[in-house]
């Protein structure tokens, strides 16, 4: 199973005890995935699914807040297809309730109206009054529109809504809780995402995936330290590389004063380190001082290499001068 999918079974098996966090998290359900759909006589609430999780989890979501009928057909698809779930919650007779100030008030209407469903006016954070509520909002929102990649090869958390104040409601959800989630439009459709490992760790957190939250941070973990194991290969490889680089410039010049001047001539210390580098072509510094006699630190060696850099180029200046 996918990160993503275990995510989502993690987070489907946390029905709240809370009635308030319960209707949240249904308010998400039916607003990113659910229809409503009204006749002249009779008004149902369809929500069509091929994640079992989400229908597992909306089916005992609506158990627990309401005393509606739920309606749950299964279409099985031939093999390598996932099943299709279909729930429907609808109206009977015996739904009706009667009382002497509303003679006709209907069990599902009242039910969307107390998870801000019934009406594109009302104002979905009246519902959303506690960290807990806004908690479960966030995680009825995943389970609907979410997805996250597999960390171990990126770090993309996002959620896909219907339209854009959904988005901007979501996105605000998750600033309470210090996120800043970002949106773009996907096949004309806002997406809520997150690609900081430490905002989608923060949102894991809210939303209790917790198991998710410690496989992803030991995902990291690793990532992070093969990460420095690479930086600092590649730095050896680079130092080496410079230090290859500068021994060839060294063996050259000594070669050219050799051939123009003679190493017999240069002082006894100058010519043992031109000697000593001609034999130790591959060396660094530190291990070139060691074949000195007596034995020369890394900047003793440093300092006459740069003399005989300074005796070559003064040498070709003159051929130059000659030959000009």
């Known amino acids: 199973m996918s990160f993503s999918g275990e995510m ?54 609506i158990k627990r807040a309401f005393d509606i009928q739920v309606q749950l057909e299964i279409r099985r698809h031939g093999a390598g297809r996932n099943n299709q779930y279909f729930i429907l919650l609808s109206e009977r007779p015996e739904d009706m309730l009667y009382s002497e100030e509303k003679p006709e008030r209907k069990k599902l209407q009242r039910a969307l109206m107390d998870i801000c469903v019934w009406s594109a006016q009302v104002n979905p954070g009246n519902l959303l009054q506690s960290v807990e509520s806004r908690r ?63 905002e989608i760790i923060q ?33 050896d490889s680079a130092n080496i590389n410079k230090m ?26 100058i010519r043992e380190m031109a000697q000593v580098r001609l034999d130790h072509p591959d060396v660094s510094l530190q291990e070139l001082g060691a074949y000195l006699d007596p034995p020369v630190g890394k900047s003793g060696v440093n300092h006459r290499l740069r003399k005989l850099k300074i005796i070559a180029e003064g040498l070709r200046t003159e051929e130059e001068n000659k030959n000009g």
């Open 136 to 198: 479960a909002y966030i995680r009825g929102a995943f389970l609907s529109g979410g997805s996250m990649s597999d960390p171990g090869k990126s770090y993309h958390f996002e959620i896909v809504c219907d339209d854009r104040a959904t988005a901007e409601f979501l996105k605000e959800q998750m600033r309470f809780f210090e996120i800043k989630a970002k949106l773009i439009m996907r096949k004309q459709k806002p997406v809520v995402y997150l690609k900081d490992s430490e």
């Open 203 to 235: 949102i894991l957190n809210v939303m209790e995936a917790h198991k998710s939250l410690m496989e992803l941070e030991n995902i990291r973990i690793i990532k992070d330290m093969r990460n420095s194991a690479n930086r600092q290969s590649n730095c």
């Open 8 to 61: 989502k079974e993690e987070i489907g098996r946390l029905i709240p005890d809370r009635e308030e966090s319960v209707r949240a998290e249904l308010m998400a359900i039916i607003r990113f995935c659910g229809r409503i759909l009204r006749e002249e006589d009779s008004l149902a609430v369809f929500l069509e699914t091929e994640n079992v999780v989400l229908a597992k989890t909306y089916v005992k979501l």
């Open 244 to 269: 290859v680089k500068t021994a060839a410039r060294q063996v050259e010049d000594i070669h050219y004063i050799e051939e123009h001047l003679g190493l017999e001539q240069l002082p006894s210390a």
